[in-house]
Each structure stands twice: as structure tokens, then as C-alpha cells.
């Protein structure tokens, strides 16, 4: 199953984008890139999901390296209900999800 | 649409007892997890459903058990808690097993087990 590393942290400024970055060099083919992320105290939440082609939705952007060894999720202007920590997965065949330890990403006002 | 619930919120166990989480989903999902995440850490997956009348082991599946009672509930039970299993439980479901289809999770239990 492949594997991804992520930064332990980041800090934003308010209303500032924020790219939050992940690699993952041992990708396969039909690995999908996903993106959750977790506030305090709750369960993680879908933010954002891809194969190949940049995605965005009402969230987030979701931009793909074209190699695919890289992804970068972009919140183009981050606000204090950002602070999460971000986790990137790629779900193994069975969609099962193998979570690391994320990226707290914290927002200064 | 109330998506994933759980029951209960918050519990406190002895060791040695034993309980049931229940876990359900008014999506009409074909497959549902069960994770646990302890301080500071990932979640980890423990069993999961890939559809009704299935069960599989995930990553850490030693002292549960687990029902897929129906397409809607799934539930996890230990049978003798012990104070390793103190953590915050986290049900999920999706669509299927395909790699395109997102996660729901459901709010958590807090089992703590003195």
C-alpha cells in the first residue's frame, strides 16, 4: 500500500491561501488522493478527492503533480474554522483508510 | 438525514466488563468501519464491512468483535475491556469499497477503561 508523509504542522494567516502539501512517490496507478480533515474533538470530515486532473469543489483545491508523486490542497483564503488537522490518504483496494498522524494546520487572526 | 450516528457519547468501563458500540447510517451505504484514534494519533482502522452480511479485520482488530446487524447498523463489542482500549471510537460508512468513494464518520465515543 502506498504510503504519504506530510509536514507535522503549518500556521496560516487569516484570510490568506494555505497550501498544505503531502508526498506520496510510491503511488500507484489507480490510487485515488484524498483529502480529510479533523477539528477538535470531532470525526474527520471529506474535504476533497482525486485520481489525476486538478479538483476543486466548495472547500478546497486539490492540486495533483503531474507525476503524481506529489498533491498540494489549496483553502484559498483560510479562516479560523480551517484549524484542523489535515490528513492525505490513499485508500488501500479495499477503500480501507490508513490515516498518519496529519498536519495541524493553525490559523492566526 | 442525520448521515452516521453513534451511541453512546461517552463511556466508563471497568476492566473486565463488557459493551457494545452501535453505529448507524441513513445514507443506504454498502460499507461501514469502525476506527479508533488514541491521543495525538491517525485513527486505525479496526474492522470493516464491505457490505451487508460481510465482516473483515483491518489494522488492529485484537479483543473486538463486530455485527453488520443489517445495511444500517454496525456494531463493535468488547468483550473484556482492558485499559489499552481507552480512546475515542470513530464509525464510518461509504457508498463501497471502491478507492473513488469518500468516508463519512459518525461524531465518536470516548470509552475510557480504568
Known amino acids: 500500500d502506498a504510503k504519504t508523509t506530510q509536514p507535522n504542522s503549518m500556521e496560516s494567516n487569516e484570510e490568506e491561501p494555505v497550501h498544505l502539501p503531502c508526498n506520496h512517490s510510491t503511488i500507484s496507478g489507480t490510487d485515488y488522493i484524498h483529502w480529510y480533515r479533523q477539528l477538535p474533538s470531532q470525526g474527520p470530515e471529506y474535504v476533497i478527492h482525486?485520481?489525476?486532473s486538478n479538483v476543486n469543489n466548495r472547500m478546497a483545491s486539490l492540486a495533483i503533480a503531474e507525476d503524481r508523486k506529489s498533491s498540494t490542497l489549496i483553502l484559498h483564503r483560510a479562516t479560523l474554522r480551517d484549524a484542523a488537522v489535515y490528513y492525505c490518504i490513499l485508500p488501500n483496494t479495499g477503500n480501507q483508510f490508513y490515516f498518519g498522524t496529519g498536519t495541524s494546520l493553525t490559523v492566526i487572526p | 438525514n442525520a448521515g452516521v450516528t453513534q451511541t453512546p457519547k461517552f463511556q466508563v468501563l471497568k476492566t473486565g466488563q463488557s459493551m457494545t458500540l452501535q453505529c448507524a447510517q441513513d445514507m443506504n451505504h454498502n460499507s461501514m468501519y469502525w476506527y479508533r484514534q488514541d491521543p495525538g494519533m491517525g485513527l486505525r482502522l479496526i474492522y470493516y464491512s464491505a457490505s451487508e452480511g460481510t465482516t473483515d479485520k483491518g489494522e488492529v482488530p485484537n479483543g473486538y468483535n463486530v455485527s453488520r446487524l443489517n445495511k444500517r447498523e454496525f456494531s463493535l463489542r468488547l468483550e473484556s475491556a482492558a485499559p489499552s482500549q481507552t480512546s475515542v471510537y470513530f464509525c464510518?460508512?461509504?457508498?463501497?469499497?471502491?478507492?473513488?468513494?469518500?468516508?463519512?464518520f459518525g461524531p465518536g465515543t470516548r470509552l475510557t477503561v480504568t
Open positions: 482525486g485520481l489525476t
Open positions: 464510518a460508512s461509504s457508498v463501497g469499497r471502491n478507492r473513488a468513494y469518500e468516508q463519512y
